[in-house]
């Protein structure tokens, strides 16, 4: 488990290590940047990830994916509740991972009804096959096997554990940075199983109309939205008039939104600026990334979590 600077969770779980690009969004991928970092022979991300060679473009993921055992079991060894985001550093559905490292990480969830997991994908449709491939009760059977593994024999008669499916203390969610993505993974996850669905727009490089899957227009619907700016090197601009948008959006809903950050290069805008206009219009923040919320417009100043809270 680590403390993390990421405003809509409390810690950071990492059972799984490894990526790789699928959109736009993942041109600056916070994850890869730091994985290359520690990717010499003998650190976390060796053989997972790699670094420039004298400065060339080459860092970046290998397109290994894999469990890691001596993480797998952290966080059955909490004592205070948290809301956990699952594979900051992963994607817990990418293609390259077996669904029997999918069930166990499902299994030690199941084990932690005391915290709430953030599972965070740009896969939805692996997500989906996961579940869909051999049935819920499929799933359930097999996560159950895996809990049985990590529980005194005692404790789990038949060598099944029960399994209340989906699992309530688990939300699924997928992250999109236009409309074109939003198009793609959205309809995906409403269609997985999950006790509460959430989108992260973040990078937001585009409008998004959020309205048709949001709860209440569809259900199940979308019950979370958090949206933010990049930042890092080579962030692009972040239209502010697209953050307004979606917290209209999700006002009109009555969907919980949390504008995460402003990202390195907000610009006061409405839509389709040249470079040159969006440069003029750039806010200079003392934050980095655009996080410290009393340099934000007052209307942005939005951090609003579902109603589900975290089990007690």
Not at 194 to 220: D, I, K, N, R, T
Not at 221 to 237: C, D, K, L, M, Y
Not at 269 to 286: Q, T
Request: aromatic fraction near 8%.
């Amino acid at each position: 488990m680590s403390a993390t600077s990421i405003e809509w969770t409390d810690r950071t779980w990492n059972p799984v290590r490894g990526c790789s690009r699928v959109s736009e969004g993942c041109r600056n991928c916070y994850a890869e940047r730091v994985a290359a970092r520690f990717s010499g022979e003998g650190q976390p991300f060796y053989g997972i990830a790699h670094r420039a060679v004298n400065g060339v473009v080459g860092a970046g993921w290998t397109g290994r994916v894999e469990l890691v055992e001596s993480k797998l079991e952290e966080p059955l060894h909490w004592r205070t509740p948290q809301r956990v985001f699952v594979n900051s550093m992963s994607d817990l559905f990418h293609e390259a991972l077996q669904d029997v490292a999918i069930d166990r990480v499902f299994a030690v969830m199941a084990l932690a009804p005391e915290h709430t997991f953030q599972v965070l994908t740009k896969r939805p449709k692996r997500m989906l096959d996961w579940i869909m491939s051999r049935g819920a009760s499929g799933v359930k059977h097999s996560i159950g096997l895996e809990m049985a593994r990590h529980l005194p024999k005692a404790v789990v008669a038949t060598g099944v554990a029960y399994i209340e499916w989906p699992l309530p203390n688990v939300w699924l969610g997928v992250s999109v940075e236009d409309q074109k993505t939003a198009d793609e993974r959205i309809p995906l996850l409403l269609e997985t199983p999950a006790a509460l669905h959430f989108v992260s727009y973040e990078p937001a490089l585009g409008p998004v109309a959020f309205q048709p899957w949001l709860h209440g227009a569809v259900l199940p619907g979308v019950n979370w939205i958090i949206v933010g700016g990049e930042s890092g090197p080579g962030a692009r601009p972040f239209c502010l008039a697209t953050a307004y948008n979606v917290v209209a959006q999700c006002r009109a809903a009555r969907v919980p939104v949390f504008v995460k950050q402003l990202g390195a290069w907000p610009v006061d805008c409405a839509e389709d600026l040249s470079p040159d206009e969006e440069e003029s219009r750039r806010l200079i923040l003392r934050s980095r990334k655009g996080g410290d919320m009393e340099e934000w417009p007052e209307g942005l100043r939005v951090r609003e979590f579902p109603a589900v809270s975290v089990p007690q």
